[in-house]
């Protein structure tokens, strides 16, 4: 996936107007600075960057919508980041909320190459149930089905 030469400040940008346009239909500048806890002066200068790479529809003091492309580009962002936060939560245990926020740290770096390979293991084990297992603390990961 393209991504436009986006710092991993505009991916969270993008993120966060992806997750309240699906809520709301469109997001508001003062919604994205109480979301992501900046000032509104911040979210005006990176809305003015997203529009300027054509990813947001964007007017000073109008709903903010994504672009086709940037519809694209912020599912991107939103895929990588559920996959690493069911992978931390689910196969590797970890607390929900530390999950949550490595996700949001790692998903503006990952490489797609491992992100397919992510992918593709969270669905062998899904659909081989004979090998899921979890990780319990000192202990280790452990088997979680009788198989025969």
């Given at each position: 996936?393209?991504?436009?030469?986006?710092?991993?400040?505009?991916?969270?940008?993008?993120?966060v107007?992806?997750?309240?346009s699906?809520?709301?239909?469109s997001a508001?500048?003062?919604?994205?600075?109480d979301?992501?806890k900046?000032s509104?002066a911040?979210?005006?200068?990176?809305?003015?960057t997203l529009g300027?790479?054509?990813?947001?529809?964007?007017?000073?003091?109008?709903?903010i919508?994504?672009?086709?492309?940037?519809?694209?580009?912020?599912?991107?962002?939103?895929?990588?980041?559920?996959?690493?936060?069911?992978f931390?939560a689910?196969?590797?245990?970890?607390?929900?909320e530390?999950?949550?926020?490595?996700?949001?740290?790692?998903?503006?770096?990952?490489?797609?190459n491992?992100?397919?390979?992510?992918e593709?293991?969270l669905?062998?084990?899904?659909?081989n149930p004979?090998?899921h297992?979890k990780?319990?603390?000192n202990?280790?990961?452990v088997?979680?089905d009788k198989?025969?």
């Amino acid at each position: 996936m393209q991504r436009k030469g986006l710092s991993a400040s505009l991916e969270d940008y993008l993120e966060v107007i992806f997750h309240i346009s699906k809520k709301d239909g469109s997001a508001k500048a003062r919604d994205i600075a109480d979301k992501i806890k900046v000032s509104r002066a911040s979210v005006t200068g990176a809305l003015q960057t997203l529009g300027k790479k054509g990813l947001i529809n964007y007017a000073p003091y109008d709903v903010i919508t994504l672009t086709e492309e940037g519809s694209v580009v912020a599912r991107d962002i939103v895929k990588r980041h559920e996959a690493l936060r069911i992978f931390f939560a689910d196969i590797l245990g970890v607390n929900a909320e530390i999950a949550e926020s490595t996700a949001c740290l790692m998903e503006h770096s990952m490489h797609p190459n491992i992100l397919k390979r992510m992918e593709e293991y969270l669905l062998f084990l899904e659909h081989n149930p004979c090998c899921h297992f979890k990780y319990v603390e000192n202990t280790g990961f452990v088997c979680t089905d009788k198989c025969e």
